[in-house]
């Protein structure tokens, strides 16, 4: 830390003080805008390379290692919240996210994407919001070891760096007592500014933005986010998905204003999309999700058929799924998908209030639907909602089948890979969805010039 460094007899040529550096972190406060800046420097040439890769793949690096991750050690050891250079780091960081991501970040849209993934957000954190946490969070655990190298005398620069960053913490999340002793956790500092500011976000936003921050911010809606973007998984989503998928979660403009094929006027945020039943990725969806819990069944070692016949005498109508052999209770199970769209006018209402909201009466109404099945096949209705959030009954469907894959397969993480096949899929179909809406007239010739490349 830099507060101990300098009340340690360090050797260093006179004049040359910003220069000194130990494990790659300054050794003075003067050298902390050097540090920074090289940083920042450093994600600039990784921007330009990170544009070669899918813009999954782009993101995927950057939350994960190339962004804020790579200065974790310079924000744990410097008071890297006294630096002025933190603005202009935090300016290249959303330059790199808006060119990866091809989404038009305005001041709102970067306040939801430096989010956690937990509070609604995309995860690339910016170095503004994060100093003070880690900072706090390392001097709290280092205090011990620092006071018994030092002598008490030498302990007064350790003290009033530490001072000057809580006075900063309680001035950024007022209301809120710091204990004694310390919380060690990073999260412990950071969770209570984070939601300060997605309550900020949210009280400022319209009521589809307020519902989709909810959404967001729901269990398992972005998981997307931490699934390792392998084609050959099925886990990648094309360039344009993935920007799809992020303007939709940040609220960003997705598409040129248009008339959908419906003939309903197409805003730039594209969400018309999502509940259009003309838009063509509302079938792709259904049988993409569908299909992934039948093979998910089948290799926790559950026999299991799509689209039973049989089960209701002689009505048309039948479940998405069932096993073959009794699922609990001596009965099969036997379910149904289905995805509401979060910010359908029909749902807009009540998905202001409460997450999920359109998830739980998605599941009523399958209850109903399929009241006599349930007399000898467990049924569960499966909602998901557009935006991500997960229905109860769908939720915990999917965990029962991630525990038996576990104990088929041997893979712990199962239950977690599962999700995120799920919501890989659920982005594609919204994707589907927006794009679903354009209607283009041919171009003159389009015809006799591609009769010529065939």
Same mark, same amino acid.
């Given at each position: 830390m830099v507060g101990v460094s300098n009340s340690v007899d360090v050797k260093v040529p006179l004049g040359r003080m910003a220069d000194a550096t130990l494990l790659i972190s300054p050794l003075s406060a003067e050298g902390l805008e050097g540090a920074l800046e090289g940083r920042r420097l450093d994600l600039q040439r990784m921007t330009v390379r990170l544009q070669f890769l899918s813009r999954h793949e782009g993101l995927f690096l950057l939350r994960s290692t190339l962004g804020v991750p790579r200065l974790l050690h310079l924000l744990r050891s410097s008071p890297c919240f006294l630096s002025p250079a933190v603005e202009s780091f935090d300016e290249t960081l959303k330059l790199a996210v808006s060119r990866i991501s091809n989404c038009e970040l305005s001041d709102t849209a970067w306040g939801r994407a430096i989010l956690p993934v937990r509070w609604g957000g995309l995860g690339v954190r910016d170095v503004s919001s994060l100093a003070l946490p880690a900072f706090l969070a390392s001097s709290a655990a280092s205090a011990g070891l620092v006071c018994?190298?030092?002598?008490?005398?030498? *302990?007064?620069?350790?003290s009033t760096i530490v001072g000057f960053a809580e006075d900063a913490w309680r001035i950024r999340c007022p209301g809120v007592l710091l204990p004694e002793p310390r919380p060690l956790a990073q999260r412990w500092y950071d969770d209570p500014a984070c939601g300060l500011a997605f309550g900020s976000l949210i009280a400022g936003a319209d009521a589809v933005g307020g519902a989709s921050m909810l959404a967001a911010r729901s269990p398992g809606s972005g998981c997307w986010l931490e699934a390792l973007p392998s084609p050959s998984l099925g886990l990648r989503l094309g360039d344009r998905e993935l920007s799809i998928a992020v303007?939709?979660? *940040?609220?960003?403009?997705?598409?040129? @204003?248009?008339?959908?094929? @419906? =003939?309903?006027?197409?805003?730039?945020?594209?969400?018309? =999309?999502l509940s259009c039943r003309k838009s063509a990725g509302r079938q792709s969806r259904h049988s993409a999700i569908n299909h992934i819990l039948a093979l998910a069944l089948r290799s926790a070692g559950i026999p299991t058929v799509l689209e039973p016949g049989g089960l209701l005498g002689g009505e048309a109508k039948r479940?998405?799924?069932?096993?073959?052999?009794? $699922?609990?209770?001596?009965?099969? *199970?036997? $379910?149904d998908f289905t995805c509401p769209d979060t910010v359908a006018p029909s749902h807009l209402s009540d998905s202001t209030v409460a997450a999920g909201s359109a998830a739980r009466a998605a599941e009523s109404l399958k209850r109903k639907k399929y009241i006599e099945i349930a007399t000898t096949h467990a049924f569960v209705p499966v909602a998901i909602e557009t935006l991500g959030t997960w229905g109860g009954e769908a939720a915990a469907l999917v965990a029962e089948i991630g525990r038996g894959q576990a104990v088929a397969t041997g893979?712990?993480?199962?239950?977690?890979? *599962?999700? #995120?096949? +799920?919501?890989?899929?659920? #982005?594609? =179909?919204?994707? +589907?969805?927006?794009l679903g809406t354009i209607s283009l007239p041919p171009l003159p010739g389009e015809g006799a010039l591609s009769e010529g490349f065939t």
């Open positions: 018994a190298l030092l002598a008490p005398r030498h *302990l007064h620069p350790f303007g939709l979660r *940040l609220g960003c403009p997705v598409v040129a @204003c248009h008339v959908c094929i @419906c =003939g309903t006027p197409v805003t730039a945020d594209g969400i018309h =999309g479940p998405d799924g069932a096993t073959m052999i009794p $699922w609990e209770h001596g009965k099969c *199970l036997a $379910w893979e712990v993480r199962a239950g977690f890979f *599962l999700r #995120q096949r +799920i919501s890989i899929a659920l #982005q594609r =179909g919204n994707a +589907i969805s927006v």
